[in-house]
């Protein structure tokens, strides 16, 4: 049975950082997507950023907004994906949500939260002006 929990959000003032960590278990697939998405309320569900493991070298995405600001990276000695946020602004608020999935044709998409087979319940991250 596969889980994901976010277990830490929290409230930033602009130009603060965040980590947010991801723990995960029973995710099995050979190759697979770790990812980030959020969701602001009234707005769709966004990529953020997510991790293509599998073989020899992990392979990293992220969405325009985020790039230079958010990193994210696994540790697999503790099953962990994590989201470092830097020089958050207002507009990264949101609900994020930590996702798993297998690496399709096209890598990890970003704009397809329906190739994401696990998610987690989801942690609030509210930056303050």
């Known amino acids: 049975q596969v889980q994901l929990v976010e277990s830490v959000g929290g409230s930033v003032q602009a130009g603060g950082p965040l980590t947010l960590p991801c723990s995960a278990s029973g995710v099995t697939y050979s190759r697979k997507c770790l990812a980030w998405f959020r969701q602001a309320p009234g707005k769709q569900r966004e990529g953020v950023a997510a991790v293509n493991i599998g073989g020899t070298a992990y392979y990293r995405y992220y969405t325009d907004s985020v790039k230079g600001r958010f990193a994210i990276s696994t540790d697999s000695t503790r099953n962990t994906t994590y989201l470092q946020m830097n020089n958050l602004r207002p507009e990264d608020s949101g609900t994020y949500y930590c996702?798993?999935?297998?690496?399709?044709?096209?890598?990890?998409?970003?704009?397809?939260?329906?190739?994401?087979?696990?998610w987690g319940q989801g942690t609030q991250v509210t930056v303050s002006s």
């Open positions: 996702a798993a999935g297998a690496v399709s044709a096209f890598g990890c998409d970003l704009s397809s939260p329906d190739e994401y087979a696990h």
